[in-house]
């Protein structure tokens, strides 16, 4: 009969030539075997055959000259080393019966109680048990490399949510190295405390979470947009823990983001230029007729009415011509500039007005020029005003404006924050809407022209504000 290890390279490691015969003869004895068996009586050759990794099993004598086959154990240690080792000793030895199995041994064997039986069931087990631990250990491997190589964060926690283990992406998304985050409770992370309370109520009732929205705070105070999954794997009470996928949508927020203000900006210029048309054909009839009533009424009273209406009539092809400038695609010659230099003009534009308010400016540049493609006066005026409605929103002597500059090889990215009354969700998505304004004699065209200009610059424009505490705009350019 053909047994499933009965091909098994096997290698026997003993000083003395006739316990290898001895041995050899109770495996050839299996029936049905084929066995391939070599014998080798130096330590140090065995340690060469062993790195080759040409045997299935090795059988080694506990007493090889000055070295031992604990020895051999621990060599086999290091080299990492997979196939299973029996270690053969003359008499039992209770103490390194057990050394030898917490090194790694599969079986410990006395030679003076060899028989073939007890030989067959050692190799059959063996080989068996070999094989059972390469398959975990390939598999331990590749979910490991899954999850230490996975781009999005995977980790695991304890039932309260705090981390046990997390892979290498975490340090890029929350800017935290391993040993820093271990303990940490991802609940501190989560920016929005409804979605903390929704999280802890979950778990607490249901054993998962999928694909829940939030947003998390970095190490360095930036908020990550994530997609968060979670599972509880509960056992019991004190052996639950919890496996989780962090998944990073920020960029494709900003660009969903950017396409909604474009789009929006697309449809309201069409809207725009729709109305223009329909609005000044009447208003050019009007006025025509109006200037040749003026001509043929001589009456210094019906002279007043036409001139009111005139100027109402001139006031709104103005606002026409203002909604259409608002609108329509900004035109720039872009040249190379420093955007220190700009920002430096905008300061000492409204250097008056932080003046008459009292209001604190604080400005971190990088010590090199920053340069970037920009029309420089057209974004003097989209950044300008920016500031005008960061001053603006503060309140006199307690106003504090940060302006800076962060960059990398490929972008310049200006931050403008103020501590003003800030600008509600709900409102912040309206933020670039012509009309669209918070101010009492406000027109609501500043915004959507400057947006038309960053676009124009290619420049990514985002808006975090909080009410009562301020807000933020950041703006991304190319970099030269």
Not at 373 to 378: F, G, L, T, W
Not at 415 to 436: H, K, M, V
């Amino acid at each position: 009969m053909s047994l499933p290890y009965a091909t098994a390279r096997i290698l026997i490691v003993d000083d003395d030539e006739d316990d290898f015969i001895l041995t050899g003869e109770y495996m050839q004895s299996i029936p049905g075997n084929s066995f391939k068996i070599e014998w080798c009586k130096n330590f140090n050759d065995a340690l060469v055959r062993l790195k080759s990794a040409e045997y299935d099993i090795y059988f080694v004598d506990y007493r090889l000259g000055a070295k031992s086959g604990v020895d051999f154990l621990k060599e086999a240690i290091r080299y990492q080393s997979e196939e299973p080792i029996v270690l053969l000793t003359g008499k039992g030895n209770y103490d390194v019966d057990i050394e030898a199995m917490q090194l790694g041994a599969v079986d410990y064997l006395v030679k003076t109680e060899l028989t073939t039986e007890k030989m067959e069931r050692c190799i059959r087990y063996a080989l068996e048990r070999s094989n059972t631990l390469k398959a975990l250990r390939a598999n331990e491997r590749k979910y490991r490399s899954i999850f230490e190589k996975s781009k999005d964060v995977v980790f695991i926690a304890d039932h309260t949510l705090n981390f046990i283990d997390v892979n290498d992406a975490a340090k890029g998304l929350l800017g935290y190295e391993k040993n820093e985050i271990m303990g940490t409770d991802l609940i501190d992370l989560i920016e929005k405390e409804q979605h903390k309370l929704f999280i802890t109520d979950l778990l607490t009732h249901n054993n998962e979470l999928n694909d829940y929205e939030v947003v998390l705070n970095t190490k360095f105070g930036e908020k990550k947009f994530c997609i968060l999954t979670l599972t509880l794997e509960e056992k019991d009470k004190e052996n639950s823990y919890v496996q989780s996928i962090i998944h990073d949508i920020t960029n494709l927020k900003k660009i969903e983001k950017a396409t909604l203000q474009a789009e929006k900006l697309a449809a309201a210029g069409r809207l725009v230029r729709t109305i223009a048309h329909e609005v000044r054909n009447p208003l050019n009839n009007i006025t025509l007729s109006v200037e040749q009533m003026q001509q043929d009424i001589k009456d210094e009273g019906m002279q007043l009415y036409m001139n009111i209406i005139m100027r109402n009539g001139k006031r709104i092809n103005d606002l026409i011509s203002e909604l259409l400038n608002s609108s329509r695609p900004s035109e720039n010659i872009l040249e190379q500039n420093v955007l220190q230099n700009i920002l430096d003009d905008v300061i000492s534009a409204s250097i008056d007005r932080l003046t008459l308010k009292n209001i604190k400016l604080q400005v971190n540049y990088p010590n090199q020029g920053v340069k970037i493609m920009a029309d420089k006066e057209k974004l003097k005026l989209a950044l300008m005003n920016i500031v005008i409605n960061a001053i603006e929103a503060m309140e006199d002597k307690s106003g504090q404006l940060s302006i800076a500059i962060h960059h990398t090889d490929e972008t310049a990215e200006l931050t403008i924050a103020d501590n003003g009354c800030g600008i509600s969700d709900e409102n912040i998505s309206r933020l670039f809407e012509p009309y669209f304004t918070q101010k009492r004699n406000g027109m609501g065209l500043g915004l959507p022209f400057t947006l038309n200009i960053l676009q124009a610059h290619k420049a990514n424009i985002d808006v975090s504000s909080s009410l009562g505490k301020g807000t933020t705009f950041t703006i991304t350019f190319p970099a030269v």
